[in-house]
């Protein structure tokens, strides 16, 4: 079976994710059980113990079923790719993609956090993430960017009012409502999933199944047991197989300053300037600078 996905995938790496994943949800989902019990049995006083106790395993075991299918969802996809033609003549399935098909919820976005905004690591899973995060990118505010982070469910007409320009740029692409959540602990956070929702205001299930998909993506992917990758630094995990470190913007900035004459804070303020004027994406405008078939003025 061919592989073609740059090393970051690993059949037998991903079966042993996934069956510790289902291991580790069974032996919550026991325990959650016990106390369940419990819960009907124990002495007056003990019983809001137990149920306390099995809804954090409960919640435990989602967390870990979660992780289980999204990484067999992935599994799966690309080994019925890889087991086609030689060269397929296409890209490798998005580890992204396969977590929005085994979770339902389509337009997913990755912000990894780094010391400098500008730097921010972004993974999609479609068009729609990948316009919406650029809009936040180029205007400098939005659900990925806010400081500090606001978790949860941001609707009608709060998405306009919280993010004056943002929240009607996204509207313009079918985008209604978010949904954030942090990837990462509370006292070490390490960047945001966001959920780019075309209903208004997006119900519970899907609050609470993308708060799941963040606890999963920060136990496997961002885990601090998983190696480093000698050649780009980044861990092998098929997430990182997507990242984009915006390295197009930061070339088309380097030309920008050197045409004129100015800082780099300057020299991307006018990319993003322009980029809005436009209408168009900030990477598409930015590749067009680094071509030399557009020139800033």
């Known amino acids: 079976m061919w592989d073609g996905t740059g090393g970051r995938y690993d059949p037998s790496a991903l079966r042993r994710l996934v069956e510790t994943e289902h291991g580790r949800a069974d032996r919550a989902a026991k325990v959650a059980r016990r106390h369940e019990g419990l819960t009907e049995t124990a002495i007056e006083s003990m019983r809001q113990f137990h149920q306390r106790m099995a809804e954090l395993h409960r919640a435990t075991e989602r967390k870990h079923r979660a992780a289980a299918d999204l990484h067999a969802g992935y599994a799966d996809a690309v080994k019925s790719w890889a087991s ?164 197009v913007v930061h070339q088309a900035t380097g030309v920008v300053m050197t045409t004129h004459q100015c800082s780099a804070a300057d020299a991307l303020d006018l990319i993003r300037a322009h980029a809005f004027a436009r209408n168009e994406s900030l990477t598409e405008l930015a590749y067009a600078i680094v071509k030399r078939t557009y020139k800033l003025t």
Not at 119 to 131: E, R
Not at 221 to 244: C, I, Q, S
């Open 84 to 247: 086609g033609p030689e060269d397929p003549g296409g890209v490798p399935p998005a580890f992204m993609a396969a977590v929005a098909e085994a979770s339902g919820i389509r337009s997913l976005a990755v912000t990894l956090f780094h010391i400098g905004e500008s730097d921010a690591s972004v993974v999609v899973s479609d068009p729609v993430a990948a316009k919406a995060n650029d809009l936040e990118y180029v205007l400098g505010e939005g659900p990925s960017r806010e400081r500090p982070f606001k978790p949860g469910v941001c609707g009608e007409p709060e998405l306009s009012s919280r993010w004056p320009q943002f929240g009607p740029a996204a509207r313009e692409l079918g985008v209604r409502a978010v949904v954030s959540a942090q990837l990462g602990l509370v006292e070490a956070p390490m960047g945001t999933l966001t959920a780019y929702r075309p209903e208004s205001a997006p119900n519970a299930e899907v609050a609470r199944s993308v708060g799941v998909l963040a606890e999963a993506l920060t136990a496997t992917a961002l885990h601090p047991a998983v190696r480093l990758d000698g050649v780009d630094g980044l861990p092998v995990h098929p997430l990182f197989g997507d990242v984009d470190l915006r390295v």
